[in-house]
């Protein structure tokens, strides 16, 4: 699993800030395949997130093809 921001909505709606010091952030933990978790691990978490963003694949799918081939 890996977690991700609210992909699916606003920047703004990825925080909440409460009163005082304490803030609510929404994380998402998506699956993700054997190939995909060796692709974070050779080329970092944020090139993967931007491979999410181009191919946009449907991370509410358990059955969802890897994005990496």
């Given at each position: 699993m890996e977690e991700i921001?609210?992909?699916?909505?606003?920047d703004s709606f990825h925080a909440f800030n409460c009163v005082g010091?304490?803030?609510i952030i929404?994380?998402?933990?998506?699956p993700?395949?054997?190939n995909e978790a060796n692709f974070i691990k050779q080329n970092g978490w944020?090139?993967?997130?931007?491979?999410l963003v181009?191919?946009?694949?449907?991370?509410?799918?358990?059955?969802?093809a890897s994005?990496?081939?």
């Open positions: 921001g609210g992909t699916y909505f606003l010091d304490v803030s929404q994380a998402w933990l998506i993700i395949t054997y944020e090139e993967f997130e931007d491979m181009k191919v946009d694949p449907d991370l509410i799918n358990f059955k969802r994005i990496i081939i």
